[in-house]
C-alpha cells in the first residue's frame, strides 16, 4: 500500500497559526491573569510553551505553563486504580514536585491534533482530579473533525477535514527537528 504525503502546514504558517491563537487566548480571558496554559505530552506541551511565549511578548508577564501526562486515563489502555489515578493527576508538569491545583483557575488545554475527543476527555478528567477549575478552554493546532464526543475546540490553527483512513502528522522542532503538518493519505485502499 502507497501513502502520499502531502505538507499542509510549514514553519511559517506554524508560527502564524500561534501566534494568532495567542491573540485569542489573551482576547477571550481578558489579559492572562488566572490562566494557566496545560499541554498534553508529547507535542502538546511545546505548542503551549510557543504560545506561552508569544503571550509574553503580547502582555509583558509570562503565563503558568504545565504538562499533562494523560496515559493513566485513556480510556483504551487498562484501567488504574483510582487512588494511583488521583496520585498522578496531583502534579501536572513540575519538575519542583509542588502539587498543582486547577482550583479557579482558567485553564487552556494545549494538544496538537484533535481528532475523536478522548484525549481531551482523559486531560479534563484528569484536571478535574486537580480541582475544580473556573473553565477549560481547547486550544489546537490541527482540528481534523470525526468526533466521538461532544468536544469543540476554543482556538484552532487549521481546520482540516480528512478522512478516518488519512492521518495528519505533526512534527515539531523540539522532538522532529523540523516544524511541519503533514497529511497521509494511504492509497490503493479497498
Known amino acids: 500500500m502507497e501513502e502520499e504525503h502531502l505538507v499542509i502546514m510549514d514553519e511559517t504558517a506554524i508560527r502564524r497559526a500561534l501566534t494568532r491563537i495567542a491573540h485569542e487566548i489573551v482576547?477571550?480571558?481578558?489579559?492572562?491573569?488566572?490562566c494557566v496554559l496545560i499541554g498534553i505530552r508529547t507535542r502538546g506541551i511545546y505548542l503551549a510553551r510557543r504560545i506561552a511565549d508569544r503571550i509574553q511578548d503580547i502582555e509583558g508577564k509570562p503565563v503558568e505553563v504545565r504538562e499533562l501526562d494523560i496515559t493513566s486515563y485513556r480510556d483504551d489502555r487498562k484501567a488504574a486504580s483510582v487512588d494511583t489515578r488521583v496520585e498522578l493527576a496531583?502534579?501536572?508538569?513540575?519538575?519542583n514536585g509542588e502539587v498543582f491545583s486547577a482550583h479557579d483557575k482558567k485553564v487552556i488545554l494545549c494538544d496538537d491534533?484533535?481528532?475523536?475527543?478522548?484525549t481531551i476527555r482523559?486531560?479534563?478528567?484528569?484536571?478535574?482530579?486537580?480541582?475544580?477549575?473556573?473553565?477549560?478552554?481547547?486550544?489546537?493546532?490541527?482540528?481534523?473533525?470525526?468526533r466521538e464526543l461532544p468536544i469543540r475546540p476554543d482556538y484552532v490553527g487549521k481546520n482540516v477535514p480528512t478522512s478516518k483512513q488519512e492521518q495528519i502528522d505533526v512534527s515539531l522542532t523540539e522532538i522532529d527537528l523540523k516544524d511541519q503538518v503533514m497529511i497521509i493519505h494511504q492509497r490503493g485502499q479497498v
Do not use: W, Y
Request: proline content about 2%; hydrophobic content about 45%.
Open 27 to 34: 482576547e477571550k480571558n481578558k489579559g492572562i491573569d488566572n
Open 90 to 95: 496531583a502534579v501536572i508538569g513540575d519538575l
Open 113 to 118: 491534533v484533535l481528532f475523536t475527543g478522548r
Open 122 to 146: 482523559a486531560a479534563m478528567d484528569a484536571l478535574m482530579d486537580c480541582g475544580r477549575p473556573e473553565s477549560i478552554q481547547l486550544a489546537v493546532l490541527v482540528d481534523r473533525g470525526h
